[in-house]
């Protein structure tokens, strides 16, 4: 349905994206993973139409979308990473501009506007200015502008940050059934490993501008396959410690966070024994150490040496 | 786009501060003008009793016998000549004007102050006496009479010196036209006018002010109802603007455009939004200050339907402001690029007199003042309160219509088109 080739682009001197490829067919749910900064916002808005690409090409069903924007808008919805949304404005309000401004009326309008407002939750409180919204609210509202003409392709840019784990779970939820339920083709970009594992088929991981893998949730594990994951948790940590950690032979990546250390290790090589001597000889204190299958944050570690979330 | 609109006015009255900036600050500012300026005011802005001098340089037995010789020259007969006297000394121009200068409905606006020569009425100029005086010369009486019963001679010439080009010169520049237009002698009486051309000049701006009627004077209310208006009104333009780089921050704008709407019809509804807000807000100023301190309550209906003809063109030269505002906020990226424009709003606010009346500038700052969009409309309301028609604003009111058309023209040409950035 969509294909993206060799896109690329550059603020003056700064280059935001470079050399990204990707495609998406109708009816999936795609994921595009990568920590602040990586570009998503940027390739986003150029395949949104709304910023036009220094270089690469974007196709919606065959046609050029840089030369015909028109072909695509109608049928896309943007949920854009800032809340573009009227905050002096009702819920209600906004609503109705927004519908109005892509053709809507009278009592159409208003069947839409209320069936929306049910699919987010927000109908008890859709008279009241955005402004007093909470975070998660106001995310709610700006998912549903993008929904009023039914748009068939939703692009969505980090439509959860910065919200509680409750209006996060509402929201998972609420695009995993537009997804199933309705049919609609989903590019969801996040930071959060989890949320792209939970609602995506397939994703690409970004970083540095670059799509640095891509493929199945499946695919992208299989990376590791010859991996696996050890969470250590420890009482202080120490740099001595660290320093053998990365130094000993079989551990590939070594990240730590807070009390825990995050150890990428081949399979099958016994490094137990060697972890316990390495932390009686730096005086750490082991809490306790899990052995975990992969997830695409550990893909993300494997690749880039760095948490997702740094 | 009525949909873009009334969004536009909805966020508005959302907006405490801004209601709070547009309509309620001119307000205050108009009553603390008004109140403490008020006496102040009017003794330096005085259009009331200003002082003229007057020359009178022929007495009217002199023209006579110099008349009536011309007559026997002529060899008319004796009760022809008797008969011709007669009517000549009842339609003595020079009685007709010393009458009018001393009528009681000028009173209130000039006192006429008599000079025995040129020369002294000179020196009172330059003591800064008076601004201005009106000369009679020698055989005025006789010329007129030869181009009025004799046709001959190119007939009478008043002479009107004056150093004030502001609304005293036009008022002395009315009472002389007003009087050859009463004595109905057009073509026996000219004007001459020296000192600064500007009154000449100008009087060709205004067209030919015939009529005067004596209005009260503009009180300090009025004054500052129409300062704070005008300028507060300007302030519209750069509040619209702001917005509009906030809806582009906030991708509000970049919806907008995702719904296939043209950009054109983007910027045209800001343009739209900014007359339409500038109309309200000086419309409810005006009425506000009406019904508090009664600034307009004696008008009449034809003043009224100036004051709203005047109002919706400086309206629509706002929105015109509001556009290209608009323009260079989609443009740049930088907020702090609408603010350094928006600061040319406060210049021209400055410029054009809200604050001081513009009498007071230099000639310099004066003529500038009177060509930035709101000294115009300024001027153009002062003069509508002065019981000018609106035929006659009309020549200043031109101004802010081709102010207009150049910024709305200058708005699309840098508004981008393209798909932005
Ligand atoms: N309008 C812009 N002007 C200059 N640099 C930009 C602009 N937008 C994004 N960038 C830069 O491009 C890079 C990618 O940004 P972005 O696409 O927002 O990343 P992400 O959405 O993945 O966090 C960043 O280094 C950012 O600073
Ligand atoms: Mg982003």
């Not at chain 1, 502008?145 to 439509?159: K, Q, R, S, T, W």
């Not at chain 2, 002389?176 to 004007?191: C, D, H, L, P, T």
């Not at chain 2, 020296?194 to 503009?218: C, F, H, M, N, R």
């Amino acid at each position: 349905m969509l294909e993206v080739k060799n896109l690329k682009k550059t603020f003056k001197k700064t280059v935001a994206v470079e050399d990204v490829d990707l495609y998406i067919e109708e009816g999936e749910s795609v994921g595009l993973l990568g920590p602040n900064g990586a570009g998503k916002s940027t390739t986003i808005s150029m395949i949104s139409t709304l910023l036009p690409p220094t270089k690469g090409t974007i196709k919606y069903k065959g046609k050029d979308v840089l030369k015909n924007p028109d072909e695509l808008r109608p049928i896309l919805g943007v949920v854009p990473q800032d809340i573009a949304i009227y905050g002096e404005l009702s819920a209600y309000a906004n609503m109705k501009f927004f519908g109005k401004i892509y053709g809507l009326s009278g009592s159409q309008l208003e069947k839409k506007i209320q069936e929306i407002l049910e699919l987010v939750g927000l109908s008890d409180r859709q008279k009241d200015v955005v402004d007093t919204y909470s975070g998660g609210m106001k995310r709610r509202i700006n998912i549903a502008v993008a929904l009023m003409h039914n748009p068939e392709f939703l692009i969505m840019d980090e439509p959860t940050v910065g919200i509680d784990p409750q209006s996060r779970n509402y929201i998972l939820n609420m695009v995993k059934r537009l997804n199933g339920e309705k049919g609609i083709t989903i590019l969801y970009t996040s930071h959060y490993m989890e949320e792209v594992e939970k609602l995506c088929d397939r994703v690409y991981i970004m970083d540095h501008g670059r799509i640095i893998a891509s493929g199945t949730k499946e695919e992208l594990k299989n990376i590791l396959s010859n991996e696996e994951t050890i969470v250590i948790e420890v009482a202080e940590r120490k740099q001595a410690f660290t320093d053998l950690l990365v130094s000993q032979k079989g551990i590939n990546q070594v990240a730590e966070e807070e009390n825990n250390y995050q150890l990428i290790v081949s399979k099958g090589d016994q490094l137990l024994g060697e972890i316990f001597e390495q932390a009686r000889q730096t005086n750490v204190k082991i809490k306790s150490i899990h052995i975990q299958t992969p997830t695409l944050e550990d893909v993300f570690l494997h690749l880039t040496g760095r948490k997702l979330r740094d | 786009m009525f949909n873009l609109i009334k969004k536009d006015f909805a966020i508005l009255s959302k907006t405490k501060s801004d209601l709070l900036e547009l309509l309620f600050m001119p307000f205050i500012l108009l009553i603390i003008l008004g109140f403490s300026l008020g006496n102040v005011f009017m003794s330096e802005f005085s259009i009331d009793t200003f002082k003229v001098g007057l020359v009178n340089e022929q007495t009217t037995a002199k023209s006579l016998d110099r008349f009536e010789a011309d007559l026997q020259e002529d060899g008319l007969p004796a009760p022809a000549i008797a008969e011709l006297l007669t009517a000549a000394e009842e339609s003595d121009p020079e009685k007709a004007l010393t009458r009018l200068l001393q009528d009681e409905s000028l009173e209130e606006l000039m006192e006429t102050q008599n000079f025995d020569s040129e020369k002294a009425a000179e020196e009172a100029i330059a003591s800064e006496e008076i601004r201005s005086y009106i000369r009679i010369p020698e055989n005025f009486s006789y010329n007129a009479w030869k181009s009025l019963y004799l046709n001959e001679e190119n007939g009478a010439e008043l002479i009107l010196n004056t150093q004030s080009d502001g609304i005293t010169g036009n008022i002395l520049q009315s009472v002389v036209n007003s009087f050859i237009g009463q004595y109905n002698v057009e073509s026996s009486i000219a004007i001459a006018t020296q000192g600064e051309a500007e009154v000449s000049t100008d009087s060709s701006e205004y067209g030919e002010v015939v009529q005067l009627s004596v209005e009260e004077p503009i009180n300090a209310f009025q004054y500052y109802t129409i300062g704070m208006g005008v300028m507060f009104a300007l302030f519209t333009a750069p509040s619209l603007a702001t917005r509009a780089f906030k809806e582009k921050e906030q991708h509000v704008f970049g919806r907008m455009m995702l719904s296939g709407m043209r950009p054109l019809t983007y910027l045209v509804s800001k343009f739209i939004s900014g007359t339409s807000i500038t109309f309200v807000q000086l419309i409810t100023l005006f009425t506000l200050s009406t019904v508090v301190f009664g600034t307009f309550a004696d008008k009449e209906l034809g003043f009224w339907i100036a004051l709203l003809t005047l109002t919706a063109s400086y309206a629509l030269f706002v929105g015109s402001l509001t556009s290209i505002l608009t323009s260079v906020s989609l443009y740049s990226n930088n907020s702090s690029t609408v603010g350094f424009f928006g600061s040319f709003v406060s210049v021209f606010a400055f410029l054009g007199g809200s604050f001081t009346p513009v009498d007071q500038f230099s000639e310099a700052l004066k003529k500038v003042g009177n060509w930035t969009p709101n000294g115009a409309a300024m001027t153009s309301y002062l003069q509508l309160l002065q019981g000018f028609s609106l035929q006659e604003v009309f020549p200043l009111m031109s101004r802010i219509i081709t102010l207009t058309v150049i910024a709305l023209v200058v708005s699309v040409w840098i508004f981008p088109k393209r798909r932005l950035e």
